[in-house]
């Protein structure tokens, strides 16, 4: 009924009044100095009106949160501890623009500007097999699907895998695009969650594997938002668990390469031995969430099946970011922009991990992350992170709010501050910035 309103309302046949209702508009009225409606010119169709043309789910999705506060007006003088991307390189931008000189005056037509497999060349296939089994992955080039992102690797085993009514099992908290892709293919999300140390529980993970979820996603390298690392022992038994029900692992790793502490831990794909895991990496984290190059390492049975999702989707990842991304990982482009930006991002690690100790209001907590993008806070009893925002853009200082990331919400008294973008000499500032508007909050 609703939507019949909003239908009408946009034709203009009718008026709502708040308290009188919706009232049927007389011709006098819109002839009272009124525009003419077009509808009314006996020639002229009425304008199309699109909501209830919607598929069922379409539309619905999307943060509006998330869109709504990067759409807070932000002060020139702002500090962002927003987006979860790395920050833009110089040096890196001028390796690229070398290598895509190189590709468009010598590499043929074939390299640049047409069609290249569904899958993706097979000699990036074969560059990210070799990648993978530096962190332990035996895979082939044909288990390897290149895609589009992470976010569009998700979306095809979303859609590859699960029907409307499914459930997917998710740590919690854990990143919010997945949450959104799972459920736009109609799934019911549920999280699990940590322990006091950050450890997946895994007790409430076997409680909920008995109700045959489709699959269990996790990110267990410097995990967006929270920053966590899964120990070991915690990938294993989570490994046999999935073994013992028969249930797949959507494992995602873009950030397994920015450890600050230590050598990484062996993704859960290397260390299965059952066809269970599908792996998913990306370049955004490494390069730029421009980049749009992602890889897909599925079990053999599955890669056919997402291929052919691939191509409904979008035919191949563009042909001339696959050979970039393929000399990239050949000419040690990538290898050395990791090195760099670990060191780099370490000590804004540091830097901000410092500066909220300096400054943290009693009440506010975090975890120091062993790597990635994110330090996740809790605020004071009673600060709420979506309403802080508005304060905190005052101030000058913007970040995300925890709720989106969460399959259960409000879950309102966490954020997640994204440390790498941040000039070193702005990020003590920011912080000092956030705490002045908890405090603000607190005093309010
Ligand atoms: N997965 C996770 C866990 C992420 O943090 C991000 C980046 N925010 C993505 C996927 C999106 O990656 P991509 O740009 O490769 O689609």
């Not at 004071?380 to 853009?393: E, I, K, M, Q």
Request: glycine share 10%; aromatic share 8%; proline share 7%.
């Amino acid at each position: 009924v609703l939507s019949a309103y909003d239908e009408l309302k946009a034709e203009g046949a009718v008026e709502s009044y708040v308290g009188r209702g919706t009232i049927v508009r007389s011709s006098e009225r819109r002839d009272n100095g009124e525009r003419p409606h077009e509808a009314e010119r006996p020639s002229a169709p009425a304008p199309l009106y699109w909501k209830p043309l919607l598929a069922p789910g379409a539309g619905g999705g999307g943060s509006s949160l998330i869109r709504d506060l990067l759409a807070l007006p932000k002060r020139p003088d702002a500090v962002s501890f927003g987006v979860g991307v790395p920050a833009p390189d110089e040096e890196l931008k001028a390796e690229l623009a070398d290598i895509a000189g190189k590709l468009f005056r010598e590499g043929g037509d074939e390299s640049t500007l047409l069609h290249s497999p569904v899958e993706g060349f097979a000699s990036l296939r074969q560059t990210l097999c070799e990648r993978m089994s530096r962190s332990g992955i035996r895979t082939t080039k044909e288990e390897v699907l290149v895609v589009s992102g992470a976010q569009q690797g998700l979306d095809l085993i979303a859609r590859t895998l699960l029907s409307r009514g499914d459930c997917v099992l998710v740590e919690e908290p854990t990143y919010f695009s997945a949450l959104e892709t799972f459920r736009a293919a109609g799934a019911d999300v549920i999280g699990i969650p940590a322990d006091a140390d950050g450890r997946l529980r895994l007790d409430a993970l076997e409680a909920m594997l008995r109700y045959r979820p489709k699959f269990v996603y996790v990110i267990p390298s410097y995990q967006n938002p929270s920053g966590r690392l899964m120990d070991a022992s915690t990938r294993e038994a989570l490994l046999h668990l999935a073994y013992r029900h028969r249930t797949p692992i959507v494992e995602e790793d873009p950030y397994s390469a920015l450890g600050y502490e230590g050598a990484p831990l062996p993704p859960i794909k290397a260390m299965d031995l059952y066809d269970h895991v599908v792996y998913v990496g990306t370049f955004s984290k490494l390069i730029g969430p421009g980049f749009r190059v992602g890889w897909i390492a599925a079990p053999r049975q599955l890669a056919k099946p997402l291929a052919a999702m691939k191509q409904i989707a979008d035919l191949h990842t563009g042909s001339i970011a696959q050979k970039l991304a393929e000399s990239a990982l050949r000419e040690g482009v990538v290898d050395r922009q990791t090195d760099k930006i670990r060191v780099a991002y370490r000590e804004k690690r540091d830097e901000i991990v410092s500066a909220l100790k300096q400054y943290a209001v009693p009440g506010m907590s975090w975890e120091t992350p062993k790597g990635g993008l994110f330090v996740w806070v809790r605020l004071p009893d009673g600060v709420n992170g979506s309403g802080l925002a508005v304060r905190a853009s005052d101030r000058g200082v913007d970040y995300i709010p925890g709720t989106p990331f969460f399959a259960d919400p409000p879950h309102a008294d966490y954020i997640r501050l994204n440390f790498a973008c941040v000039d070193m000499g702005r990020i003590r500032e920011g912080v000092r910035r956030l705490c002045a508007a908890v405090q603000d909050v607190l005093g309010e």
